[in-house]
């Protein structure tokens, strides 16, 4: 058990539906990072927050965006769904912005859309 | 861009044998994590690397970090099927934030 929890696990929904993935990062931690892993593809960086604040983008789409509340908590909001986005989300969290890259995940949400 | 590039991508071999997973970059890494994914599950951190030329071991796992810092390997000995998986490496450049991950190695072990 990593320490990091994503919920919900899995999630089946509609084209052009909006959905939200949330994550509780490890106890301590104050920086969230979400990826994304389609079907036999790595993971891909969308987004990193740091104590609240936005730190470093990837490539995250227009339709996607993200926040990090007081509480550290995270949530990635998916927005006019197309088959494309199905995939595994991981969130991962880390002690700090400035440290040596080590990434503790969370067992991710998996995302189909019919 | 892909920044990280692993090879080889797919790997099967039997139960008792060697294999070596490599991981390179043009980029010179602040430093460099190794991961393995099973099935449905999130990537699990197996070691941290900083130091060009740096090796360290884990059990029957040895992994090797460039004197340059812009590649890295893994080194299985006397696979086992619990081995099996997929294996990332992962890295942070200069003053970035985000880690970028390889492509992947994805082993299979056979009994």
């Known amino acids: 058990d990593s320490g990091v929890t994503q919920t919900p696990k899995h999630l089946i929904t509609a084209t052009g539906q909006r959905v939200t993935l949330r994550c509780s990062p490890r106890?301590?931690?104050?920086?969230v990072y979400w990826y994304q892993q389609s079907l036999d593809q790595g993971l891909q960086f969308l987004i990193q927050?740091?104590?609240?604040?936005?730190?470093a983008k990837g490539n995250i789409l227009e339709r996607f965006s993200a926040q990090q509340f007081p509480d550290l908590h995270s949530e990635l909001n998916l927005s006019s769904l197309e088959l494309g986005d199905s995939a595994l989300y991981f969130c991962?969290?880390?002690?700090?912005?400035?440290?040596?890259?080590?990434?503790?995940f969370g067992e991710g949400s998996r995302l189909t859309v019919l | 861009t892909q920044l990280l590039e692993q090879s080889p991508q797919f790997l099967s071999i039997q139960e008792g044998e060697n294999l070596t997973v490599y991981c390179n970059s043009s980029?010179?890494?602040?430093?460099l994590q190794w991961y393995r994914q099973e099935p449905g599950e999130g990537p699990v951190l197996l070691v941290t690397?900083?130091?060009?030329?740096e090796v360290k071991k884990l059990k029957r796992l040895t992994f090797q970090f460039g004197d340059a810092r812009k590649d890295s390997s893994l080194h299985i000995t006397a696979a086992q099927p619990g081995d099996t998986g997929l294996y990332l490496c992962?890295?942070?450049?200069?003053?970035?934030?985000?880690?970028?991950f390889g492509t992947g190695t994805k082993l299979q072990v056979i009994p």
């Open positions: 991962a969290s880390s002690v700090m912005a400035g440290n040596t890259g080590e990434l503790f």
């Open positions: 980029s010179v890494f602040s430093s």
């Open positions: 106890s301590g931690d104050l920086s």
């Open positions: 927050y740091y104590n609240g604040e936005e730190r």
């Open positions: 690397v900083v130091t060009g030329g």
């Open positions: 992962a890295g942070r450049y200069g003053g970035y934030q985000k880690v970028t």
